[in-house]
């Protein structure tokens, strides 16, 4: 699944995904394959991208999901 807010951070800070690979030390190859949800990247990288787009981790990678599935459950309750 695509990572909607980490395409978000990057295209509101008007960057590509080269510039923010550069920044956090990785290839665009590698950004692309993050950013489609093709590849989920190692601990290291993750806090790199967080701290990068000023974030939290569980906010850039997790968040998304924990939210919708806390909302579901609190309605259901």
Known sequence: ???EKMCALRQKM???QREVADAVG???SSYA???GGYRH??????KKLAN???VTVDEL???EE???SDSSELSEG
Not at 41 to 46: D, F, L, Q, Y
């Open 1 to 3: 699944m695509k990572n």
């Open 14 to 16: 008007n960057l590509s």
């Open 26 to 28: 990785i290839s665009q």
């Open 33 to 35: 394959m993050i950013e």
């Open 41 to 46: 990247p190692r601990k290291e990288v993750e």
């Open 52 to 54: 990068f787009f000023n």
């Open 61 to 63: 990678f997790f968040g």
């Open 66 to 68: 924990l939210i919708s």
